[in-house]
């Protein structure tokens, strides 16, 4: 396998979005008093700080790990009003869901796609089938496009993998519409578009403490945990947003925790593609659902709902969550082949769920988020990842007003360019992209996969430099994640960069063309031992899934 990321590396050509992190680390401690720090580099932080800036508070963003490092890469990867949640009456939240779900369709196409989901219906099941009508009539009254509203197909018109016309035990099958996305390429793009704005965002930089001057400005000391050295801070309002260590957080910068529970949800991701529709299949218990859709490496099914105690940076699937997956499959849709035998990654991410009144078990309490303002420390707790980019907004006027500079009504409309991300295109630039990509004679899922991932990013400043093979391909994308995405380590680029951790292989074969673009463009990095903790970690989920 050839290797020539020297040649490639030394070309190619440095954009706004070019940047070493020394410079960002210079630009923090250079730059006076913040207006907002926002603390937690997940999908709510990587937007309240685009948003902030983007209205023109001086704004910056530190990241104890990696961006989208916990629970924004862990998710269902799904962009959706949360169907489950009408049977729990949550309706406001449904439908703040399918509104959010509509306007990340229209202005961030690349990243979040519409999909069929199929729900069966089990024979004799009349109550269930009028109840699930009744829901997804409710789903449809915000779906702008006719073609995505719901359908009823009954039994003999059926003509989907493992549901068809012989299904004797089926009524027949609803479907509807949601949405697929890429979890961590949109906080990439949420904190590429933040940094545009002017806003200073670091991550592996973890705050340790907070004090307060006599003018109140809020002193804060943090640690940058790559190079070791401690970083000195001003701001008039610290923004928690770190999700599952939301409470504690507060607590050590001395604003009240407000009391959480967390629950797990685990997946599982199998080598064979999926090519019918989504299923939304139902699982013992009030309101609980599994999915089985689509996945640029085969198919996904989760999630399964544990409720913890302890929560940790990098959860992993229990080993009885991924037995109850696999028993579901095989009782559900046998014939799938969705066993252990193509079963070729599993991961789990924790949700965070904010206590209302009395206590709840952690399946029917509701995901809407709070936020609270405490000594100069406005915290999110709880929130959803499709109504992320609204529960961020809200957070910014929130701030706006603390700081005493409300947002007008004038200066928001103003701003609907703020709907878009660097990646979103236009349906003229998107055929422009297809077109130049098709020129080069690209394999269509190397389109796909480029298009999907950078959108209007690849026109501007990566065309030139595409070629067709996908050593080739994986060769620039390494590139262009050490040059623009802040990439610290080999898990940064294979987990939340490229996603190539989570395919079959786990993205071995590639390991030598990345190591030849690490050694150029970050000889810093120690590759072999990085390389050797990744395989091993890949060994373990193997061992998780019961394979050798």
């Known amino acids: 396998m050839r290797v020539c990321a020297e040649k490639i590396s030394s070309s190619l050509k440095h954009t706004v979005d070019s940047l070493s992190r020394a410079d960002v680390i210079n630009s923090i401690t250079d730059a006076g008093t913040f207006d907002i720090l ?78 069929d989901f199929l729900i069966p219906v089990p024979k004799g099941s009349y109550f269930f089938k009028i109840k699930l009508g009744i829901g997804l009539f409710l789903y449809d ?15 003999a018109k059926l003509n989907f993998p493992g549901f068809h016309s012989g299904r ?35 991550n592996y930089c973890e705050v340790t403490s907070l004090t307060r001057d006599k003018d109140g400005i809020l002193e804060v000391k943090a640690l940058d945990t790559k190079g070791g050295s401690e970083l000195n801070l001003r701001a008039k309002l610290i923004v928690n947003c770190t999700g599952p ?22 997946h599982i991701i199998f080598n064979k593609p999926w090519t019918g529709p989504s299923l939304f299949l ?43 997956i696999l028993g ?24 965070t769920l904010p206590i209302r009144g009395k206590d709840a078990n952690s399946a029917v309490l509701s995901r809407k988020h709070i936020w609270t303002h405490v000594n100069g420390v406005l915290s999110l707790l709880g929130g959803k990842y499709t109504t992320a980019s609204w529960t961020a907004f809200e957070g910014v006027k929130e701030a706006a007003q603390i700081l005493g500079r409300p947002l007008s009504k004038a200066e928001i409309q103003e701003r609907q360019d703020l709907k878009k991300l660097p990646g979103s295109t236009s349906n003229t630039e998107s055929k422009e992209l297809i077109n130049a990509l098709t020129h080069r004679q690209l394999p269509s899922e190397i389109q796909d996969r480029l298009l ?6 690849l026109g501007d400043n990566y065309l030139e430099y595409v070629q067709s093979s996908p050593e080739k391909v994986i060769e620039l994308e390494t590139m262009i994640a050490l040059d623009t995405e802040q990439v610290e380590s080999l898990e940064d680029l294979m987990r939340r960069r490229l996603e190539l951790e989570y395919t079959e292989g786990h993205g071995e074969k590639y390991l030598p063309i990345i190591k030849e673009v690490f050694r150029q463009m970050r000889p810093d990095i120690d590759f072999d031992k990085e390389s050797t903790e990744y395989l091993a970690r890949m060994q373990r989920i193997h061992r998780l899934l019961g394979k050798s």
């Open 328 to 351: 579901r499959l095989q009782k559900d849709i046998p014939d799938a082949g969705l066993n252990r035998g193509s079963a070729c990654y599993a991961f789990a991410g924790i949700r």
């Open 452 to 457: 999907g991932r950078y959108g209007k990013r």
């Open 245 to 266: 260590w939301a409470s504690m957080l507060a607590n050590t910068l001395g604003a009240e925790p407000r009391p959480l529970k967390f629950s797990r949800g685990s």
């Open 38 to 115: 926002v603390v937690g580099g997940g999908i709510h932080g990587a937007a309240v700080a685009r948003f902030a800036a983007a209205y023109g508070f001086k704004t910056t963003l530190l990241e104890r790990s990696d961006y989208a490092g916990a629970t924004s890469s862990r998710s269902s990867k799904m962009a959706h009003g949360g169907l489950r949640y009408l049977e729990l009456c949550d309706f406001e939240q449904v439908f703040e869901g399918i509104k959010a779900r509509e306007e990340m369709f229209e202005h961030i196409g690349n990243l979040v796609k519409p999909a």
């Open 141 to 155: 009254l915000l779906v702008k496009k006719k073609d995505r509203r719901h359908r009823w197909i009954p039994r």
């Open 282 to 324: 139902p699982m013992p218990g009030k309101a609980r659902y599994y999915f089985v859709w689509p996945h640029h490496a085969g198919t996904m099914v989760g999630t399964t709902e544990r409720e913890v105690e302890q929560i940790e940076l990098d959860p992993m699937p229990s080993t009885d969550e991924v037995e109850e």
């Open 168 to 202: 004797d035990d089926l009524m027949g099958c609803f479907v509807y519409t949601d949405g697929i996305m890429s979890d961590a390429r949109l906080v990439i793009d949420n904190i590429i578009a933040a940094r545009r704005y002017g806003a200073a965002c670091l």
